[in-house]
């Protein structure tokens, strides 16, 4: 096995064969493991193309043999943004659309590793808490791979997304709580039944899958790294795992330099960016949470040891952006790029807009992790208002002189 899994808190060292998910001296929240591969294989081209995220399989803790779920992820598009870029006195720009994933976000490439584990370890039920977009991954995902899955959310998850687990088939557990009491109460349903764990940080395969995302950017472009790489942060695990994959990258030799990477939250979710900013990273401050931006609505966040940690190693940083920021990103976002994200995707360019003063003269990527049609009633808040008319071209162009479409005559 050309892996071992070391204890981000206390530096322990596992046989992956002994321990599955975390540091038993440590707990589940502090003792968060990272996958440490013994020795890179040499690369020089990956075939996204044809392969998705398994072009990086040697850089991923899998079996030769490994399965590989039946729907294609990864190679999602990333578009450079001149003009964008120009507006806001950067250098380059480019957005990262995850959006384009079989489920419509970043999650289904934790979700397609978690698969591939659970499958080499013969379990056939997975469970996981979500706030909605790790559901839908995981209900999709299992759905293609002939798997069970089972799955807590808050009963307010949005209805677009408690519509794609459904449609799937996934069981459905809707918490009359928060996303952290669903997650909690999974855990202890998941360890009393012996299901497979796909909860974030819980399971640490899943930053793997992650971490390919950041290393898509740097084949995608011409291994060019930017100074920059900004992300929305929930749990931890996705912008814990940019830093691991641009690092995976510049271990091999294919990269010179890691971005610094830019975590973030919105302002009522803002755990993470609290315990950044208090400088104890083992002692993480907990909140009540609540956001438009559902997918990073946590204030109990597991990952977040890690987060802060390899976010500091980057010479990043975490920044919280309000509700209101977050609507009106969306609808610029959409206008400016075309790319039309959920809340929690455009908070990353909320984050953009409210940093671009310090980002004067340089290059950054934006990553936006989860697609628009799944939260539709928080966009529809920003967008603006459809206009009723007759069937009668009087009507219409009524209309069109009083929002200023057209002049009067």
């Known amino acids: 096995m050309n892996y071992f899994l070391k204890c ?60 590989e779920v039946p729907l294609f992820i990864g190679n999602t598009p990333i578009y450079e943004k001149k003009a964008l ?46 706030t909605g977009n790790a559901a839908s991954s995981l209900a999709g995902l299992t759905a293609a791979s002939g798997m069970k899955s089972i799955i807590f959310v808050p009963k307010t998850a949005p209805e677009a997304k408690i519509t794609q687990l459904l449609v799937y088939g996934a069981i459905v557990m ?5 996303y952290d009491e669903a997650f909690d109460l999974s855990t202890e349903i ?12 819980i399971n640490p395969y899943l930053l793997e899958g992650k971490k390919t995302g950041a290393m898509e950017v740097v084949v995608q472009l011409d291994f060019k790294v930017p100074d920059f790489a900004i992300v929305s942060v929930g749990d931890g695990t996705v912008v814990s795992s940019i830093y691991k994959g641009f690092k995976d990258m510049k271990t091999i030799g294919l990269i010179d330099k890691i971005p610094k990477i830019i975590g973030v939250q919105a302002e ?23 956001s438009i931006a559902d997918s990073i609505a946590v204030g109990k966040p597991r990952d977040v040891l890690k987060a802060c940690k390899w976010v500091k190693e980057s010479g990043g940083y975490f920044v919280s952006v309000t509700d ?17 994200g959920e809340p929690a995707g455009a908070a ?39 206009n009723y008319v007759k069937p009668d071209p009087k009507d219409v162009k009524s209309v069109l002189r009083q929002i200023g479409v057209i002049q009067e005559g």
């Open 174 to 178: 809707a918490v009359d709580g928060t």
């Open 324 to 340: 209101e920021e977050i609507g009106k990103a969306i609808i610029e976002l959409a206008r400016e790029t075309g790319v039309f």
């Open 85 to 130: 870029a120009k507006k806001l006195g950067l250098s380059d720009l480019w957005i990262k659309n995850d959006g384009r994933n079989p489920t419509g976000s970043y999650k289904d490439r934790a979700t397609a590793m978690a698969i591939t584990k659970a499958k080499a370890l013969n379990f056939n039920t997975i469970y996981c808490a979500s």
């Open 8 to 67: 981000v808190n206390c530096g322990t060292v596992y046989d992956p064969k002994e321990i599955m998910y975390t540091c038993p001296k440590c707990g589940p929240r502090l003792g968060t493991l990272e996958v440490v591969i013994n020795e890179y294989p040499k690369h020089s081209s990956f075939d996204l193309k044809s392969k998705g995220i398994w072009a990086f399989s040697d850089l991923l803790p899998i079996d030769e043999d490994h399965y």
């Open 268 to 290: 009522g979710a803002n755990a993470i960016v609290r315990t950044f900013e208090s400088g104890h990273f083992d002692r993480p401050v907990d909140i009540d949470a609540h």
């Open 190 to 201: 998941g360890n009393e039944f012996g299901w497979y764990s796909r909860n974030s940080a």
């Open 348 to 386: 990353a360019y909320a984050g953009l807009k409210k940093l671009a003063k310090d980002f004067q003269g340089k290059s950054a990527v934006i990553f936006v992790t989860g697609n628009g049609l799944k939260d539709i009633k928080s966009a529809m808040n920003f967008a603006g208002r459809v």
